[in-house]
């Protein structure tokens, strides 16, 4: 789905035939550099989002990892996450998700959610009002932080060996991508230097969810789900 932004995004086919796949952070970079391959819009527009915070315990709505309007906790460690009264909405489990954003539009930010239920891409303001939501009733330890990259600097300094896909045994948790595992002159693995939330750790910006919201938005809350 297009979204009715048609006169901005990019889409390069790169995204249609990533949509859906797993390896999340591997398929954004695949996707930036797409962009940049083909030039289908200012590299300087697109900012790579890892989602985490320092229990690496996330929750988000409408993936399609989830059910109906439940929500997929992305998780290490889920003990105590939520206020009892959304508790029982918790149904999957894992520690960091990553986005792709456009900024610098005419129009509202756009999302690229390669999970996501919503429209492909998703304005920010509906992405943060229907996936985002709100961290007023997510106990403090457990609020989502935002560690937002340069599409370049991601290019430039992503490194990843699949380790973390791996289980004890060496055995696939999920398939591999079929390319090879990305990897810079200087590293082949620093995939935790991104899902880190330490400002002093890793690569670009990283902003409480709240602080978030005022840069690319202009309101540090997002509409209520409800009513979007």
């Excluded at 979204?3 to 390896?23: I, Q, R, Y």
């Excluded at 999340?24 to 962009?35: Q, Y």
């Excluded at 939330?197 to 902003?207: D, L």
């Excluded at 938005?217 to 409800?226: E, L």
């Amino acid at each position: 789905m297009r979204a009715g932004h048609d006169s901005e995004h990019f889409l390069p086919t790169e995204a249609f035939n990533l949509k859906g796949s797993l390896g999340t952070e591997e398929n954004v970079w695949k996707l930036c550099d797409s962009v940049r391959t083909e030039r289908t819009a200012p590299l300087e527009q697109l900012y790579v989002i890892f989602i985490s915070n320092e229990k690496r315990t996330v929750p988000l709505w409408k993936q399609r990892s989830g059910r109906g309007d439940q929500p997929v906790i992305w998780v290490c460690d889920v003990m105590c996450l939520l206020t009892d009264d959304v508790m029982n909405d918790v149904m999957a489990f894992q520690d960091y998700h990553v986005i792709l954003m456009q900024a610098g539009l005419q129009s509202d930010s756009l999302v690229y959610d390669l999970d996501s239920e919503l429209p492909f891409p998703v304005s920010l303001q509906l992405y943060a009002a229907q996936a985002l939501r709100s961290d007023r009733n997510i106990r403090p330890e457990y609020h989502r932080k935002l560690r937002v990259v340069p599409a370049d600097s991601f290019l430039l300094n992503f490194a990843s060996d699949r380790s973390h896909m791996m289980n004890p045994d060496g055995s696939w948790k999920m398939p591999p991508p079929l390319y090879p595992p990305i990897h810079t002159a200087a590293c082949r693995m620093n995939l935790d230097d991104f899902i880190s939330v330490n400002p002093a750790v890793g690569w670009g910006r990283v902003f409480s969810l709240e602080h978030f919201l005022q840069r690319y938005t202009g309101s540090s809350s997002p509409p209520s789900a409800a009513s979007s």
